[in-house]
């Protein structure tokens, strides 16, 4: 199993930069589109329905590190967390959460902790996945905190933008483009240990103003580099809706439902929570008002909306 899932890496490896490349290079509408609409939800499983056995794997945006109740310290994970609305909706016949705040795509086949390896969780009666993962292999937590650190010297301009484009090449998007083949590699396995699976890989939600403004020093980045945060997160989903098509699993768009939601609004408007949260949850992390809202694209996706709770 082991060797089948990473026999396809190098081929991997060979084909993303091309489509990738096209789509972190500006063309992301463009190379988004040129996928058919074929391609998404006629995998296996494309058919299922509610009951069933449900399966989540995922990093900290997944497991809502903070939202009461934890059900697991060591991952963060909450059962007020999407997967967990999902389930409950869809009244599943059985529903493992595997997902686990930090997780990496290699996380997926190694433990973390006493998380077990998060692809272990399938089962070939398996009907449903979801799978948001990513944010990690480029680095959410320490762009934070390098933008946090370089903004609150410099609230103006665009120091982060500089400092991570400082070679003459923005090391974030290249960043993103490494992870598209650990992302396809996920996929793949997902497919070959759930074969009759109906797979959603879940995008990530909208963290800072879609408008490009910036709400210094709530959220302590310089002015030009909201914009230039913004555009990187879009990238990164952006890899994750191609990667997905490839895999004939479908996207789940989080960021356009939640614009107008983001860090920097009030307390009572916002369902990401800022670098010093208000709400329980983890800084730059959905509040559980974040979290059902990833459950109702989620819900939407598969065909049955989930109401305001």
Known sequence: MVHRERSGVAAAKRRWPVAVGAALGGCALVAASAVPASAHGTGPGAGSGPGGHYVSLGDSYTSGPGIPGQVDADCGRSDRNYPSIVAAERKV??????????????EMWKPQGANDAQLNALRKDTDLV????????VGFGSIIATCAALGSQQ??????????????IDRLTLDIARTAPKVDRVLRAVHARA?????????????????????????????GDFPYLRDTEKRLNTMLRLVAAWNRAEYVDTYRP?????????PADRW????QPASPAAPAHPNAQGEQAMARAVLEALGKRHGQG
Do not use: W
């Not at 609230?155 to 982060?160: A, F, L, N, V, W």
């Not at 614009?259 to 009030?266: E, L, R």
């Not at 990401?272 to 670098?275: G, K, Q, R, S």
């Open 155 to 168: 609230p103006t301009g665009d120091p982060c933008r500089r400092h991570h484009a400082s070679s003459g």
């Open 272 to 275: 990401i929570e800022p670098l």
């Open 130 to 137: 979801t799978v948001q993962i990513g944010g990690n292999d």
């Open 195 to 223: 074969p009759h699976a109906r797979v959603l890989v879940v995008g990530y939600p909208d963290l800072l103003p879609d408008d490009g403004s910036g709400c210094f020093p709530s959220v302590p980045f310089a002015s």
């Open 258 to 266: 939640t614009v107008g939601h983001d860090m920097c609004k009030t």
């Open 93 to 106: 016949a059985s529903f493992r959460d595997v997902s686990c705040a930090g997780a990496t795509t290699e």
